[in-house]
């Protein structure tokens, strides 16, 4: 190995230093179930107990014994891993097997096509493309009826066989002259100068505040955190955010972004003008509960209102399942429970069992452009090893009719209901506890007035939870960590596995937290 380079840090410093500010720069050498182990200076191993579950990707915990086996049944057999454009059977049996399940949660019986991908990221950007590819080719059909509307209706007037009524010219601003056929055919202009303003405007693009679904080029302009998305906004489409329980925003929506294409036509010897509905929209992104966001269930009632929008509007919903689904809210849908029905969904994160890196798009039929298959691939999607590896992710969420999502369920519910003790304990100190099954956040007072110095300073920097996550981590041996767009509440988000007395180990470790928070003594913090 080359000395000179291996002494200097050249895989993200800046971030591991930022993290060993607050000491949670450690390196973790192996990892069961909720546990996870760093080595101790003196070489002994140290279990933590591990919240953070992988942002989300590990609902049946690290290195599950069934998923390991799977993978290593899989290498053992020497299994091709890419065998890019040639026959994918169980990319089609995991499709199918989505396909299913999806079908029992929601009721809905129309077939929902997959595209692979790597990530959860990759897996949104799919779906805005396949859902843009989709409103272009809508517009284009569109565009082309008017076209051919207008040459008949041209031919009709030429021939005599229709007049034109002094209101079209007006509605379009043309000066009507003596005679129809000398007129006609800048009415064509103006109608296809019209269209072609209206076809040319970008695509909508809605996502909700505090929203998260990415930080790709694409998908970082529908990740609300500005932080994250602004440096990038020149590369990128423009996102318009609505708050969440505002369906009075969503009307403003409509009457703002909604538009209309002329199409001159004739009826019973009169030539009318007509307007179709212009496809502005191209797609509504929507997490059922806000991961990154601060873990904030989408609420029934506004899921309804974004439903109803969709419907009004012909927008496509892009159901962000990244975070929310496989299981962590007892069902490998959030969003079904709501009454969601997304023309789109995105799956990833968990997917991959805690081993594999895969995320899946899946779009209805009604909406589905098979052509997409030819302009969207990554070398590394649906590769087999992923594929069989969720498909054992799935098998095993099924197993004993569907035992493990009543299990995230109770586990889930256990888990909130001691968060909910802590802050009943600790009004001044915590400001609410929420979420939904396994997926739940803890949010602290904004201490940005604190009278400790070092708590203040800390949430003014926007590293109040960090340093949180790091006394937790060496005074209790517990890993969790803020979420990233709100960084006053901590995450927890661990497997199917958690037991009564990792919930008693949280309970206590937080108290401890809230007491701390509460005397102002960050001199007590296990990281000063
Ligand atoms: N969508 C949601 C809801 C997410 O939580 C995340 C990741 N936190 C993403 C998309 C992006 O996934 P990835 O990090 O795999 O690109």
Redesign the pocket.
């Known amino acids: 190995m080359n000395t000179e380079y291996a002494e200097t840090e050249l895989a993200e410093p800046h971030l591991r230093r930022l993290l060993g500010t607050a000491g949670l720069d450690v390196e973790y050498v192996s990892g069961e179930g909720n546990t996870l182990h760093h080595r101790a200076g003196n070489g002994s191993l140290i279990p933590v107990l591990d919240f953070a579950g992988g942002?989300?990707s590990l609902i049946l915990g690290h290195n599950h014994p069934e998923i390991v086996a799977r993978a290593r049944e899989l290498l053992d057999a020497r299994s091709p891993v890419h065998a890019q454009f040639s026959s994918h059977p169980y990319a089609n049996r995991l499709a199918a097997e989505l396909n299913r399940i999806i079908h029992r949660e929601t009721g809905v019986e129309e077939p929902y096509y997959a595209t692979f991908a790597n990530?959860?990221?990759?897996a949104?950007e799919a779906a805005v493309k396949h859902a843009e590819l989709d409103r272009g080719a809508r517009l284009s059909a569109l565009l082309a009826e008017t076209r051919a509307s207008a040459e008949e209706t041209r031919a009709a007037v030429l021939a005599g066989r229709a007049t034109v009524a002094a209101p079209v010219h007006e509605r379009l601003g043309v000066p009507r002259p003596a005679r129809d056929e000398d007129g006609i055919d800048l009415l064509i202009a103006e109608a296809s100068r019209h269209n072609a303003e209206v076809a040319g405007r970008p695509p909508v693009l809605l996502a909700l505040q505090g929203g998260?679904?990415?930080?790709l080029m694409g998908?970082v302009q529908l990740t609300h955190n500005e932080g994250y998305r602004a440096p990038f906004a020149t590369l990128g489409v423009r996102t318009r955010f609505v708050p969440m329980d505002r369906p009075d925003v969503l009307k403003e929506v409509l009457e703002q972004e909604s538009g209309t294409l002329y199409e001159l036509r004739h009826r019973a010897g009169r030539v009318e003008l007509a307007e179709r509905e212009h496809p502005a929209y191209c797609a509504f992104l929507l997490?059922p509960v806000q991961?990154?966001g601060g873990i904030r269930p989408l609420s029934r009632k506004f899921a309804e209102d974004i439903q109803e929008f969709g419907r009004q509007a012909d927008c496509p919903l892009v159901v962000?399942e990244?975070?929310s689904g496989m299981g962590r809210t007892g069902a490998l849908l959030a969003s079904a429970a709501l009454g969601l029905r997304g023309d789109y969904y995105?799956l990833?994160?968990s997917l991959g069992g805690g081993l594999a890196k895969a995320?899946v798009m899946l779009v209805r039929e009604a909406r589905y452009r098979p052509e997409f298959e030819l302009v969207h691939s990554s070398t590394f999607a649906k590769d087999s090893f992923s594929c069989h590896i969720a498909l054992k992710v799935l098998e095993l969420l099924e197993a004993d009719g569907g035992r493990l999502y009543r299990q995230a369920a109770e586990r889930g519910e256990a888990l909130a209901a001691m968060l909910r003790r802590v802050a009943a304990a600790f009004p001044d100190v915590v400001k609410e506890v929420r979420g939904r099954g396994l997926m739940q956040g803890f949010e602290f007072h904004d201490q940005s007035g604190a009278r400790s110095p070092r708590l203040a300073e800390a949430a003014r920097s926007g590293l109040f939870g960090y340093v949180v996550a790091g006394h937790l981590l060496h005074a209790h041996a517990i890993r969790t960590f803020p979420t990233?767009s709100a960084v006053h509440t901590l995450r927890f988000e661990p497997s199917v596995l958690l037991t009564d007395d990792e919930i008693a180990r949280l309970e206590r470790a937080l108290t401890d937290v809230c007491r701390i928070v509460r005397d102002q003594a960050a001199e007590r913090l296990a990281v000063p």
């Open positions: 942002y989300g990530s959860g990221a990759e949104i998260f679904h990415g930080k998908s997490e991961g990154e962000d990244v975070q995105a990833a994160k995320s990233a």
